[in-house]
């Protein structure tokens, strides 16, 4: 599906969250978290449901995002429910070109490689080959997939620290935006420390009680918050308190 012309006041609005940091200072990339939610902070209608809930033209602005960061990152929960290309279909007849590298969280080892959208995208030279996330070296690995061991705990959640230190000493990945699910979001509203800019659409629509709800386990403040508002959906960028680009230990 092609894509609606990008807004004009999009990139002006986006420019200050954008991916800053050249230096390397901070041992570890740059850190975008985005995602789009209805009016009552659902992600989706359900688990393993996939759910439209953005307007083609915020579809744009996630795709001009992704033209501006190195890798994107999901977790496997969303890789198998949504299938998704995480390519970049913004930037002319070479969009592709600038698709960022995915990166599937896969501590469980359930989704794969073959037969996915990315599969299909990276055969066709629109998009790149995905680094996988495990805890530890899968018996059987797959073609054109890239494993990064890294530690998760008891209750499979992945040491993020680590990772970030990992994709970007080891796979030179200076940039990553943080699409989801669920789990990864709430998970990282809560690491001001690592996450450097909070870019969230609202959809101009409720999901229901049994909607997957995004909220974080306890109250988090934002600061240098803007909205953009489009034909349906108002977006909202921001950072977290106690972030990265104020004091990453």
Not at 36 to 46: E, H, V, Y
Not at 70 to 84: K, N, Y
Not at 110 to 133: C, D, H, T
């Amino acid at each position: 599906m092609s894509l609606l012309p990008l807004k004009g006041d999009i990139p002006k609005f986006l420019e200050p969250y954008l991916p800053q940091r050249v230096d390397g200072s901070y041992g570890r990339p740059f850190v975008t978290l985005t995602y789009a939610q209805s009016l009552d902070s659902r992600i989706s209608k359900g688990h393993g449901l996939r759910t439209t809930i953005s307007h083609p033209e915020t579809k744009t602005m996630t795709h001009y995002l992704r033209y501006h960061h190195d890798g994107i990152l999901v977790g496997s929960g969303t890789a198998l429910a949504d299938d998704p290309g995480l390519n970049c279909k913004y930037g002319g007849t070479r969009c592709y070109e600038h698709s960022p590298r995915p990166i599937v969280l896969n501590g469980q080892q359930r989704w794969k490689f073959e037969g996915s959208k990315i599969q299909e995208l990276f055969l066709n030279n629109q998009g790149q080959a995905p680094i996988v996330v495990v805890s530890e070296e899968p018996s059987v690995k797959e073609e054109h997939v890239t494993y990064l061991v890294c530690p998760y705990n008891d209750s499979l959640k992945v040491d993020w620290r680590t990772l970030l230190e990992k994709l970007y000493h080891e796979f030179n990945i200076h940039s990553v935006m943080v699409e989801g699910g669920a789990v990864v979001i709430n998970e990282l509203l809560l690491r001001g420390d690592l996450v450097d800019s909070l870019i969230i659409t609202i959809g101009s629509t409720f999901l229901g009680e049994a909607g997957v709800e995004v909220s974080p386990s306890h109250s988090i403040q934002l600061r240098e918050v803007n909205w953009w508002r489009g034909t349906t959906d108002a977006v909202m960028s921001a950072m977290l308190c106690n972030s990265g680009n104020d004091n990453f230990v």
